[in-house]
């Protein structure tokens, strides 16, 4: 098995000729690096990058996006797919600007707290806003544990993989250190493969196309651009099983994207 130091030397020196250039790299911004965090969730980052600028251009602090109305929020986000996170974030704004005077609190407990933000979200904010060595996962560090400690091995849990990510965390500078990490990662995908299915928890996505999420996407979407929307309307021009087309619009007015204004269906 390859040693902690050979192994931080192997990683290090792939990133110091190889490291991607993101705009959250560049930044310590603590609500520049959670947008980033909460888009990435999920998300590729070819995808991400113009939609990132894009929103803190519009959205330049915690209070702007707190003030912002939830549509123009909602409409920005169009095309990162996963709108309960652009939700998250606007709820996470206003938390942040009432109960903590526009500073991010620093404590795990408190950040997990906030809408949207779990242990791993948290690790991560922890460690590229404060270079705090914290132990956390995801799925380009899954895959560089996978491929260097269980090669071979199937239903390799994270609980496994924890350990040696804290025996081999670079405390000194932990921020670039997940970064290495992340794209050590991503070109072992790329040469080997989706070595994640080694993994306990992996669960292989399921299509968009004809899914409840294709639905409510649709549903959002077109609400946020047309005018005068009435479920009538709604189940006449998308091309979805009416009875699903409802039962999601429910849902949707009550996780609050949506309301009921007399007839009508309208973003908040």
């Known amino acids: ?47 991400v990058v113009k939609k990132y600028r894009e929103f803190i251009k519009a959205f330049p602090s915690w209070k702007a996006l707190s003030n912002a109305p939830q549509k123009k929020v909602l409409t ?61 996962i995801e799925t380009n560090i899954r895959t560089v544990f996978l491929h260097f400690f269980f090669p071979n091995k199937k239903n390799v849990s994270d609980l496994e993989l924890f350990n040696y990510i804290e025996k081999t965390v670079d405390t000194k500078n932990p921020r670039e250190w997940y970064s290495a990490l992340m794209d050590y990662g991503v070109m072992l995908k790329k040469e080997k493969g989706n070595l994640n299915t080694q993994s306990k928890h992996y669960r292989k996505q399921t299509p968009f196309k004809g899914s409840d999420r294709e ?42 994207f949506l309301k009921k204004s007399d007839s009508y269906i309208v973003s908040i």
């Open 1 to 47: 098995m390859i040693s902690r130091l050979q192994f931080q030397k192997t990683i290090k020196e792939y990133y110091c000729l190889n490291k991607r250039d993101f705009p959250w790299r560049k930044t310590k911004n603590p609500y520049h690096i959670v947008v980033s965090e909460i888009m990435l969730q999920q998300t590729q980052t070819s995808r």
């Open 215 to 256: 639905v409510r996407s649709s549903i959002l979407k077109y609400v946020l651009k047309e005018k005068n929307v009435t479920p009538l309307h709604l189940k006449k021009e998308l091309s979805f099983n009416k009875n699903k087309i409802q039962q999601k619009l429910d849902e949707l007015i009550n996780e609050g």
């Open 76 to 136: 920005l986000w169009q095309g990162l797919g996963y709108n309960r996170r652009a939700l998250n974030l606007k709820r996470m704004a206003e938390t942040v600007t009432k109960e903590y005077r526009g500073r991010l609190p620093e404590d795990s407990a408190s950040l997990e707290s906030l809408p949207g933000i779990g242990p791993y979200t948290a690790g991560a904010i922890r460690t590229f806003v404060w270079n705090q060595p914290h132990v956390f």
